[in-house]
């Protein structure tokens, strides 16, 4: 309430009794004082229903209009006591247009490297990825001043390169210099300026932006001398109050074969994660892309292909081009049968008959636990973590009973199975990071491919 709720004002409001104004029906527009067009967006994503439901009530209308009116300096101005314009539009058909800015703060998006098509206004918002917007919404205002670095952490197509890509998209919007690059590309970057004798402009390109974005950071392992010219520009960039973000597969301590400094680093800011959608993210995920495409997704389409692939957008995707595809080439509606015809043999269903020595070998694989510890006597705090964890997903994806379990378990009793079982099931209650592991977990057992 106080981040998005609490800072609008009511600038203006007109009621129409039934038979006066737009419609034959008692209505109401209002217009809502933002205080910038990233919070616009997010409060008519998130609460836009939610406003409306309340003014109806309280306003005694039928229907209501709501309008946003931000107020921001002129664009690529940093001076507090720059012009202020005052403008007002309606988040769901995009932002205004403006003339792009000429002169010291423009900015192209051929220099920048950034994907103009991945902005905040079409990322999907759900349980998995909630938190990690909200604090992208934060930095792309509050540069180099809060959570400085920024870190996202996540498997593979779950939004992370969207989300960078907005918050780089919004900063260059206001004038800001932002570069995104993949870590293989500035590792190519420096072994060429090192080989032309150029450090001196490439030291120059990297440490004179506002908002630098490094892409699958995971990748600069190993690579000692890119370590080291990027240990500098990280220090020199932090100093100067320049923003820093940083995408990886992992945790910036499960980064093994970093250097410790860059580690420390990473961490010192705020680490986020992205989890992989749940069934509602997914259908919501598709119907924005099916929109974005121009085509008509009936749900019960939407359903079939998000209870078909519950591992990744890139995969929902796919299959989403392939229906769309398929059903242009017929020359037909798509419809539930064309769907399953498109991602039959491509999207085939890959759930495996789950046992309980896989479920213990990729436990132990996730947390570096050999499957004779697991099995054995051994009882530190990681081994038996980990025992625990396959425990509780041996009782939830076998369905055997917990003496069946305890026994393939070296011999254990149900009453240590059924206390492994309670410890997860409420530690998953306190904490939604530990829970999404163990789903990611789940899932990599029942979907091995």
């Known amino acids: 309430f106080s981040a998005w709720i609490e800072p609008l004002t009511i600038v203006d409001l007109e009621v129409y009794p039934r038979g ?131 870190f996202i952490y996540g498997g593979v197509g779950l939004g992370k390169t969207h989300l960078v890509n907005a918050i780089g998209n ?31 402009q490439f030291k120059s390109k990297f440490r004179s932006l506002d908002v630098l974005i490094v892409d699958d950071v995971q990748f600069l392992v190993g690579k000692e001398r890119t370590q080291e010219e990027f240990f500098h520009t990280f220090n020199e960039l932090y100093q100067h109050r320049k923003q820093i973000i940083m995408t990886s597969d992992k945790l910036p301590q499960e980064l093994t074969g970093l250097e410790e400094r860059l580690r420390t680093r990473f961490a010192s800011g705020l680490s986020v994660d992205l989890q992989a959608p749940d069934f509602e993210t997914r259908v919501a995920i598709l119907s924005k892309k099916a929109e974005g495409l121009g085509v008509n997704l009936p749900n019960d389409v939407a359903s079939f292909i998000s209870q078909r692939i519950d591992t990744n957008v890139r995969e929902l995707e796919g299959a989403l081009n392939r229906v769309v595809a398929l059903a242009s080439l017929r020359a037909t509606p798509i419809t539930l049968p064309v769907a399953e015809q498109a991602v039959k043999g491509y999207f085939p269903d890959r759930r495996a008959e789950v046992s309980i020595e896989s479920i213990q070998r990729i436990v132990g694989e996730r947390y570096s636990v050999s499957l004779s ?77």
């Open 170 to 200: 919004a900063c260059l919007r206001r004038g800001k210099s932002v570069l995104m690059i993949s870590s293989e590309s500035f590792v190519n970057e420096l072994i060429s300026a090192l080989r032309a004798n150029r450090m001196p």
């Open 20 to 150: 006066f104004g737009p419609t034959s029906r008692s209505s109401a527009a209002v217009v809502l004082q933002a205080p910038n067009r990233f919070a616009a967006d997010h409060i008519r994503s998130a609460y836009g229903q939610l406003l409306k439901e309340v003014l109806v009530e309280t306003l005694a209308v039928e229907q209501i209009v709501i309008k946003f009116r931000i107020t921001e300096a002129v664009h690529g101005s940093t001076s507090p006591n720059a012009a202020r314009t005052t403008r007002e539009y309606t988040p769901s058909s995009g932002l205004p247009r403006r003339v792009r800015a000429t002169g010291a703060g423009a900015r192209d998006y051929s220099s920048s490297q950034l994907n103009q098509k991945y902005n905040f206004s079409n990322y999907v918002i759900g349980a998995c990825n909630q938190f990690a917007h909200a604090v992208s919404l934060q930095v792309a205002e509050n540069l180099g001043a809060l959570y400085n670095p920024l």
């Open 373 to 449: 510890d697991i099995l054995g006597k051994r009882r530190t705090q990681n081994i038996a973590f980990a025992r625990q964890v396959a425990m509780f997903l041996c009782r939830k994806l076998t369905g055997c009973s917990f003496p069946e379990i305890g026994a393939l378990f070296g011999g254990r009793d149900h009453s240590t199975v059924i206390h492994a079982v309670r410890v997860i099931e409420e530690r998953m209650k306190a904490t939604a990071a530990f829970k999404g592991e163990v789903d990611t977990l789940s899932r990599s057992i029942t979907n091995p491919a």
